[in-house]
């Protein structure tokens, strides 16, 4: 079961970092990070994370796509600050998108606090704090 949950969590790390189109794809990457499967593994941890295809034919999370929509409709900046991460949303929206934070399964990710308009997400590092920023900033465009 180990195995299968660390596959995962390579997925989707892989698809939250580059654009992939196709399950072949997938596999080949999964395979150069050491992991041994096959196209039809792959499908079945696909189906079962319920992935989408993006407007632009990529794999991606559907919390992902929850999130961006939301970011992309209700917030306006996203500033990290050592291992903080603070958003700032229309009033009234911050903890309707704390909420899709906190479920987004964010790697280094340890909670979120949300107010009328502003969201603090804490990260475990400053490192993942930036990541976190610049992944939540992308979906601003």
Known sequence: MAKRENRKSAIRALVRAEEIRTQKELVERLQAQGFDCTQATVSRDIAEMGFVKSDQGFYALPEDMAMKRLMAEHAFSVEEAGNLVVVKTRSGSASMLGEVVDNADVPGLVGT?????????????????????????????
């Open 113 to 141: 606090i949300a107010g009328d308009n502003t969201i603090m997400i804490v990260a475990k590092t400053e490192e993942r704090a930036r990541e976190i920023a610049q992944h939540m900033a992308n979906m601003l465009r």
